[in-house]
Structure formats: C-alpha cells, structure tokens
C-alpha cells in the first residue's frame, strides 16, 4: 500500500492531471502546502539550451531528435527547434497539475514530455492555454475559468483519437513526494472512457486510469522498463502500482 501511495502522489502533477493515493490524501489535509502561491517567475525558467536537451530527453532520441521543441519564455511557450516528424518535446511546469494539487506551485517541478502529432493538436493547446493564463494572472481561478471558456468556444478540444505521449526522462521531477517516479507512456481518451475496457486500476494491472475533469479527459498511463537513454528502471514498477 505504502509503494502505492509514493508512486501516484509522483505522478499526479505531470499529466495535466489530478492523482492523489489515500495516504498522501490524509496527511495534505492535515499539513500546510509548502507553496501557498506562485514564486518568482525566474525560479520557473531555465537556460534556454538546458531545457532544450531536457525536453528531448522525454522520448527515445529516434523519436526527439526530429520532434518540434517548446521552451518556457515570460509569456509562455515559444518553438525553439522546429522538426520534421510531428512530434513536440517540451518541458512542463507544476500548474499542469490539478488546482488543489500541494505542488501546483511548486517551482522544483520539471515534466518533460514528448507528444504525438494527435496530441499535439489537441492536447498540447491545453498546456499551452493554462501556462498562458497563469502567466498573465498567477491564478489558479482564472485559469480554471479560462481552460472552461476555451472548452466552450471550441478554441480546445477532447482528445483525438490516438493521442499519446512519451514521458521518459530519468531528469523528470513530478513532486516532492514521488520525485523522479518511473518512465511511463500516457494515452489521452474521452472523460467518460470506461477503465474497465483498459483493465486500469485492478490488482497486478500496470495501468493506471485518471480523470482530469478540467482538462475533459481520462488519462492512461502505463510504466515502462526503460529510461529514454536505454537504462533500465531499476525498481520493478510493473509489480507495485496496484498493490
């Protein structure tokens, strides 16, 4: 159960998504958040060729080295590299997360991720948009209220089918509580996709199923047994999800 709790509460902030185990769960109500507000915007970027290599580092080099790259300006995300295969590497920050996430402001958290084309253009403009918003107002109420405006003018869209995503970077970092976690793939689906057709979230499965209501999506994540530079995840994370 322990090994459960560690590893959702890891993830939770990198999907955009809202994953909280049920120890973590007793222990935030009890606890002040560490980051009651948004910190310096300084402490959120970084050198322009370091989160170039760090965005990359999402996927297997066969797949980034030809992969769009977004980094993080004052105002938002700007292409740094432009590709040939569809795919976008970017690094995202802790506001991807659910808004009563502890880390939503969390300035240590950096999620590389590398998405399909089918992401790409219809999940990626979610990031796009809240970054965007929280940029411009550091609130998590504005931003919650302009990611529904923006579902409701057709400016965002569910997801397309096929979408996915590569999040494989031994440098990620998704919370203080699960730190690196483990490399995994993500697939985007409809909210009201049925975990059961997946078999997500049952004992022994390594598929672990979320929704993102804010977001209008459910999210599937699957660990994998190696990091993008070849190495092996050394813990066994295809035995602890759901035990």
Aim: aromatic share 8%; glycine share 6%; net charge negative.
């Amino acid at each position: 159960m322990r090994q459960k709790a560690v590893g959702t509460v890891g993830l939770r902030t990198f999907a955009p998504v809202l994953l909280i185990g049920l120890m973590w769960q007793a222990q935030a109500q009890d606890a002040k958040t560490p980051y009651p507000s948004m910190f310096a915007l300084d402490q959120y970027l970084m050198e322009r060729n370091a989160e170039i290599a760090l965005a990359r580092s999402a996927a297997p080099e066969s797949i980034s080295q030809d992969a769009d790259v977004m980094i993080l300006g004052p105002h938002g995300y700007e292409t740094a590299v432009k590709g040939k295969n569809g795919f976008l590497c970017m690094v995202e920050r802790s506001w991807t997360a659910g808004t009563d996430d502890p880390d939503f402001w969390n300035p240590k958290l950096r999620g590389p991720i590398c998405f399909n084309p089918a992401a790409v253009r219809t999940q990626v403009p979610l990031t796009l948009k809240k970054t965007e918003v929280i940029l411009a107002s550091r609130s998590k109420e504005r931003m919650s209220e302009a990611v529904k405006a923006a579902f409701n003018s057709k400016e965002l869209s569910t997801p397309e089918t096929g979408a996915m995503c590569f999040m494989l970077s031994k440098q990620q970092y998704l919370g203080d509580a699960g730190g690196h976690w483990h490399p995994h793939l993500m697939f985007f689906l409809p909210l009201d996709t049925d975990p059961a057709i997946w078999g997500a979230n049952l004992e022994g499965s390594p598929v672990i199923e979320i929704k993102d209501p804010l977001g209008q999506l459910a999210l599937f994540l699957i660990p994998v047994r190696r990091w993008s530079d070849g190495t092996a995840d050394p813990v066994d994370n295809h035995q602890t999800q759901n035990h």
